[in-house]
């Protein structure tokens, strides 16, 4: 069975009509060319693909709301707009892949990154050398802020799931 098929195994995917495969995630749901991810090798494109090769009388539509950057919050936000635009009982599969920039630990508060990001080029470029040599110190020292707390974070996931 290839990846897709084990993946699916127990899913009720119909043998014909529409799927519907929405995505709302960050920068790991979007292509990345420099690292030779074209926009056809995207998970929910692969997905897709294989899909479709199982069950060649479905038509799927990938409907991809990623942003690079974008915090639980934002994609959330998304979703609840786009709500009102999808039937209730559309068939298909909800992808929520986010949390590397709500969780991560950051070595710098956002307003310091902010401020650090108006310098002049030479020395933004210095410091952030410097920060980045220094970022695993710092972050075992203690020193770390989230863009999100843990806790906002579980709770509007919680939430997100029970409404999908």
């Not at 009509?17 to 995207?42: A, N, Q």
């Not at 294989?50 to 709301?65: A, F, H, K, T």
Request: net charge positive.
């Amino acid at each position: 069975m290839n990846e897709v098929g084990s993946i699916l195994s127990g899913a009720a995917i119909p043998k014909s009509g529409t799927y519907l495969i929405r995505v709302y995630g960050d920068s790991f749901s979007l292509p990345t060319p420099s690292d030779g991810i074209s926009h056809k090798d995207v998970f929910a494109e692969l997905l897709r693909s294989g899909i479709e090769s199982l069950r060649p009388g479905l038509r799927v539509s990938v409907y991809n709301r990623s942003m690079g950057g974008a915090a639980s919050t934002d994609l959330y936000a998304l979703y609840s707009q786009d709500r009102g635009y999808f039937a209730t009982n559309e068939r298909g599969i909800l992808i929520i892949q986010c949390g590397i920039n709500d969780c991560a630990p950051r070595p710098v508060p956002p307003r310091l990154r902010v401020m650090i990001g108006k310098l002049p080029t030479p020395l933004r470029w210095a410091i952030v050398k410097i920060i980045h040599y220094a970022r695993p110190y710092l972050l075992r020292a203690g020193i770390r802020w989230y863009a999100t707390e843990v806790e906002r974070f579980e709770a509007l996931l919680q939430r997100w799931l029970e409404e999908a």
